[in-house]
């Protein structure tokens, strides 16, 4: 039976606004650079692994400014190059620095609301888990969700980061539920989909893009209307 379900945040129920190719766009345009929106949506794809990857091996919140700047510059990069555009580390840096100091916030998919809601109805625990540096209270307060969410895990607070098992237990803690009656939702097979299997939850993998067509390990939905518990 279960008892929680536990949300991704970022690209799983909330995405950001202006969108990630109009934000992309606007900066690369001080260096003469075009891109194309599906293109730019396959470049995030790619730079979220590889900090999904370093987070588990060295977390962005434990570097120091030039090591930050190292691996953002990569993380530009790969935006780049699925849009078949090669840039130097310098240029990189300098255009994500841009795209960082762009005013934007966190909206919600406009599945959410109704799945929680019809979570809520069965008295099932809603949760969310997130390698964002923020606390989990400001987190859901900046969402909305105060009403929505009984339990939000940061790796701030946790102090590790998706995939490893030790945020995943820690939201289990906070929600008094095991792990045989819990689910996790989120859009990445690294971060998500191994971390709920290793630390024993049944995983969940969104797929709104349908970058996955062949993923059969698990659960796969589009959207969270199609989720089911």
């Known amino acids: 039976m279960i008892k929680s379900v536990f949300f991704d945040v970022y690209g799983t129920i909330a995405h950001f606004s202006p969108s990630k190719f109009k934000?992309?766009?606007?900066?690369?345009?001080?260096?003469g650079i075009n891109l194309i929106n599906e293109n730019v949506n396959l470049g995030y794809k790619k730079a979220d692994n590889l900090m999904s990857e370093q987070n588990a091996t060295f977390p962005l919140r434990k570097m120091n400014q030039n090591q930050q700047d190292?691996?953002?510059?990569?993380?530009?990069?790969?935006?780049?190059?699925?849009?078949?555009?090669?840039v130097e580390n310098s240029i990189a840096l300098e255009i994500f620095k841009l795209v960082r100091n762009t005013p934007r916030k966190l909206e919600l998919y406009e599945d959410v609301l109704?799945?929680?809601?019809?979570?809520?109805?069965?008295?099932?625990t809603i949760g969310l888990i997130s390698n964002l540096n923020e606390s989990g209270r400001f987190l859901v307060q900046s969402l909305g969700l105060s009403e929505k969410v009984d339990v939000a895990v940061t790796s701030k607070e946790a102090g590790f980061e998706k995939p490893n098992p030790g945020i995943f237990h820690y939201a289990l803690k906070q929600s008094q539920s095991s792990p045989e009656n819990?689910?996790?939702?989120?859009?990445?097979?690294?971060?998500?989909?191994?971390?709920?299997?290793?630390?024993?939850?049944?995983?969940?993998?969104?797929?709104?893009?349908?970058?996955h067509k062949?993923?059969?390990r698990c659960q796969k939905i589009s959207s969270l209307k199609n989720l089911k518990i």
């Open 23 to 31: 934000i992309q766009s606007a900066a690369c345009e001080n260096f």
């Open 70 to 86: 190292v691996f953002f510059t990569k993380y530009q990069q790969e935006i780049l190059l699925a849009n078949g555009i090669q």
């Open 114 to 124: 109704p799945c929680f809601e019809k979570i809520k109805k069965l008295k099932i």
């Open 182 to 211: 819990a689910i996790h939702v989120g859009d990445q097979i690294f971060s998500d989909v191994n971390g709920a299997e290793f630390s024993g939850i049944r995983p969940v993998l969104l797929d709104r893009n349908n970058f």
């Open 214 to 216: 062949n993923f059969t």
